[in-house]
């Protein structure tokens, strides 16, 4: 072991951020199951899909073999603004803590979106405006993804039509301001601009819309346009592809002090970034070069890994997408009112899910008070206000920390800060007031999700 003194924060150099995306798809010996066309349940060919992706995109979708693929320079031109984001060695944290465990953090949000998000962001548009085309549509929940992609679009110069989730729309307007500050237009979902909203709208009318939703209004708004694609923020292989800058930065900084992580932990929502956090890792855990274990922490009260099945399954609520083999409660699944920290998704990325039912990596729920209990303890000591969904990281790091205080082990714990909370206060109020509640599905519950899954043989 190196005595090296390891600073605050490791940051990289410009010249050692990567030039090339890591497909961690490329050394699974399961393969994630192909989409399957909904109508044929056939799998999707490059050509349909074709229909709602941009070519390139299709390409990286569909590409299991090629374990690297080149970042276009204007793409890592656009990185450099933001990027390489530092890795901080939370010394304050571990010091109150008191444990003998290391604590790293990967921190995302030191840009205007926020979020990781934006890492991927700026490759959709980038192939988008390559292709010719005039712009893109997609869906946005919290916003995060939404203003992410509205600023990639400005940069690319390409329209930008944003459905969102009619109750953030209303509760969140900030984040719409950001989008319309950066040129895009945004339509609160279910609307009455595509016919699968008004189809929706009649059939639950009064509702305060779903992620499921407003995909299929982005998908109808895209394929009835000429010159529009699809584009979506995660889930997804090809958005897998390109959040493995935050891992494959993350190890290069580890490596210049001869770090080697024992936890690698990241929240999980559609599964990108703590996808792409641990690929390079689990890359070299698939070809039995090194062992880590990888903890995925999501919600309990959307707990698709933990509790949900190993399924073919709509990707929408309006099934217009193509069917998806991931874990999950069902695409009629709906969080109860109450919960507040995001990662609300039905579903899981398909290559984080062939990895989980293959054993190699570790899922944890965790209810929100404790969350947030964890979100402050970490912001009062560290600086940083994180978002609530990347406090699901912080909540099991610490817990992992506590864990090591007890035994006396020093591991060395790594997890993935994706993004900051300053558009989540109202969240913060109410743990703030003592009125946020846990509340755990119940069986019942998660069997009406179920009971939608489409029969798939
Ligand atoms: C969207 C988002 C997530 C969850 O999405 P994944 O695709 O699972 O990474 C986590 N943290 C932040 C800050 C987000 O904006």
Not at 19 to 40: G, I, S
Not at 406 to 435: H, P, Q, R, S
Request: charge should be negative; include cysteine; hydrophobic fraction near 35%.
């Amino acid at each position: 072991m190196s005595e090296k003194k390891i600073p605050y924060k490791i940051y990289l150099e410009e010249s050692e951020m990567p030039k090339q995306w890591y497909n961690v798809r490329a050394d699974m010996k399961n393969k994630p199951a192909p989409l399957l066309n909904p109508a044929t349940l056939k799998p999707m060919t490059a050509e349909e899909l074709g229909a709602v992706f941009c070519k390139e995109l299709v390409n990286q979708e569909l590409d299991d073999t090629n374990p690297y693929i080149d970042i276009p320079e204007e793409i890592r031109d656009f990185y450099k603004m933001y990027r390489p984001s530092p890795l901080v060695r939370a010394y304050c944290l571990e010091k109150k803590l008191g444990t003998p465990a290391k604590i790293y953090y990967k921190f995302e949000g030191n840009n205007t979106s926020g979020s990781h998000k934006l890492n991927s962001a700026i490759a959709q548009a980038y192939y988008a405006k390559k292709q010719g085309l005039k712009g893109v549509t997609t869906e946005t929940g919290a916003g995060q993804w939404g203003t992410a992609l509205s600023m990639a679009c400005a940069y690319f110069d390409l329209d930008c039509k944003v459905y969102m989730v009619k109750v953030s729309y209303e509760q969140k307007p900030f984040r719409r301001e950001v989008m319309r500050t950066y040129g895009a237009s945004v339509t609160p979902s279910p609307s009455d601009t595509t016919e699968v909203g008004r189809k929706i709208l009649a059939e639950h009318p009064g509702t305060t819309g779903s992620l499921g939703c407003a995909i299929s209004e982005a998908v109808e708004a895209a394929t009835t346009r000429e010159g529009y694609r699809y584009v979506l923020g995660s889930v997804l292989n090809q958005v897998l592809l390109h959040q493995s800058v935050i891992g494959l930065e993350t190890k290069t900084a580890l490596d210049k002090y001869d770090i080697t992580p024992d936890i690698i932990i990241g929240c999980a929502g559609g599964g990108s970034n703590l996808g792409g956090l641990i690929s390079p890792f689990m890359g070299e855990k698939l070809r039995g070069e090194k062992d880590y274990h990888f903890i995925a922490v999501e919600p309990a009260s959307c707990p698709s890994f933990t509790r949900g099945r190993y399924a073919y399954d709509f990707c929408d609520t309006g099934r217009v997408c193509p069917l998806s083999k991931m874990y999950t409660l069902g695409s009629g699944f709906i969080p109860s009112a109450n919960h507040a920290g995001g990662l609300r998704y039905h579903g899981m990325s398909s290559t984080l899910s062939q990895l989980y039912d293959d054993g190699l990596m570790e899922a944890r729920s965790v209810e929100q008070t404790a969350v947030f209990e964890a979100a402050e303890q970490f912001a009062r000591i560290e600086g940083i206000l994180p978002a609530p969904e990347s406090a699901h990281a912080i909540r099991v790091a610490i817990d992992e920390a506590m864990k090591c205080k007890e035994t006396g082990e020093e591991k060395t714990i790594v997890f993935g800060l994706t993004g900051t909370g300053y558009f989540d206060m109202v969240a913060y109020e109410k743990f703030n007031n003592g009125e946020m509640t846990d509340y755990i599905p119940t069986d019942e519950d998660l069997a009406a999700g179920f009971a939608g899954l489409p029969k798939v043989e």
